[in-house]
């Protein structure tokens, strides 16, 4: 049967739980010295010593990911050192070296698996073998820590378990011989280690409990610099809409980045005059996560290195009555295999799907005056269609 489009005020009541904008803290205590992993649905912060860790270990199934903590001036050195050469490897001419370093961009490229240049089966610190299934290192690498050397072997990934062997470079040091396994660690992204204290350490949250990451990283720009900023959990994608004020931002059409540090750390910038932080006018940040909610945060104040305080001010967004324009320009029909056919005077531009919460469930940027559109199961479900008018309509479908 053809239905037309229901008016705005029936749907008022159903789609008035929009929220306004709640100011947060995090604090990463004086000279940065913290890392806080964020919990954006709960409120929820992680927070830790960012010198706690100096490798990281990827758990996921094919990962062999390797990330070591430069943040804060321990460094990693790839040498040309195999691992028949362990007991005479030292550190003459390390000096004109180039230290290598994590992606900032990309959680899966940590400073070991820098020289795989693109071969699939190359994970820069050991190579793949199709047959045994084994990823087996192929050099040595030289960690500076604090005032230390070390050298550092990772000897292969097998059967989940990544093997290594480090020593502090000198005589009569003791010689670590170490194991990770990552279904030790499968709740978390990374499986991480203290050379220091010779153990694994509980540095980061469940996946679930976290979507944003405060802390200092290496940036490139383009040599590496040491940056402070934020950087969004895999999975995460976030939209950054520029110069334009937070109460105008459209949901609509935005352009989402997957990578890591698209929120990054250029929203502000040191001002020699005053000797403090000013933040970028009318810039914002929408967030996408995993489920589809949307999220929408701004930056309100960073008190740099003293305290290392920041503050931003952040919403969920839900589908709202401000958005809707009330034509009543689209007819729809409901099929027996769940789908909805819609049916407009003017050409559609974007077609949006929300549960009755609110929650984004799809969006399909179209061009068409005809379009079937899928619903995941049987239900009550809220349309958004733009047309090429920028014209927004609302439908209320149920199944």
């Known amino acids: 049967m053809k239905q037309t489009i229901l008016s705005i005020l029936a749907l008022t009541s159903l789609l008035s739980n929009a929220q306004s904008f709640e100011e947060k803290e995090v604090e990463l205590k004086s000279g940065y010295s913290d890392e806080v992993f964020y919990d954006i649905t709960n409120d929820e912060t992680e927070d830790i010593a960012g010198k706690d860790w100096n490798l990281a270990f990827g758990t996921g199934g094919i990962s062999a990911t390797i990330r070591f903590n430069s943040s804060r001036g321990d460094k990693l050195y790839e040498t040309s050192f195999a691992d028949s050469d362990w007991a005479t490897v030292d550190t003459n001419g390390i000096s004109t070296w180039s230290p290598v370093y994590n992606s900032s961009s990309d959680w899966n490229k940590g400073a070991f698996n820098g020289a795989g240049n693109g071969n699939p089966t190359n994970f820069g610190w050991g190579a793949y073998d199709m047959a045994t299934h084994i990823v087996s290192g192929d050099k040595v690498y030289i960690a500076k820590i604090g005032d230390d050397f070390f050298k550092l072997f990772i000897e292969k990934l097998q059967s989940g378990s990544y093997h290594f062997q480090y020593e502090k470079i000198g005589t009569g040091n003791t010689l670590h011989q170490k194991t990770v396994q990552k279904t030790n660690h499968s709740d978390a992204f990374f499986a991480y280690y203290s050379i220091k204290d010779h153990e694994t350490k509980e540095i980061e949250p469940k996946k679930e409990e976290w979507q944003l990451w405060f802390g200092k990283y290496i940036e490139m720009i383009p040599t590496a610099y040491g940056v402070t900023g934020v950087r969004t959990k895999p999975g995460i994608k976030v939209a950054k809409v520029e110069n334009t004020p937070v109460n105008q931002v459209s949901y609509s059409g935005l352009d989402f980045d997957s990578t890591a540090n698209a929120i990054g750390y250029d929203w502000k910038s040191f001002n020699m005059g005053s000797f403090s932080y000013d933040l970028t006018e009318d810039l914002s940040y929408v967030l996408k996560l995993e489920n589809g909610d949307l999220y929408h945060l701004y930056f309100t104040a960073f008190e740099g290195s003293s305290t290392g305080k920041l503050k931003f001010k952040v919403k969920k967004h839900n589908v709202s009555v401000s958005e809707m324009d009330q034509k009543q320009t689209i007819q729809w029909f409901s099929t027996v295999n769940n789908q909805v056919i819609l ?57």
């Open 343 to 399: 049916d407009s005077e003017t050409t559609m531009t974007q077609a949006e799907i929300f549960d009755q919460t609110g929650r984004l469930i799809s969006q399909e940027q179209i061009q068409t005056n005809n379009i079937a559109l899928h619903l995941p199961k049987k239900g009550v479900y809220i349309l958004k269609i733009t047309n090429t008018n920028q014209a927004q309509h609302i439908i209320k479908v149920a199944l």
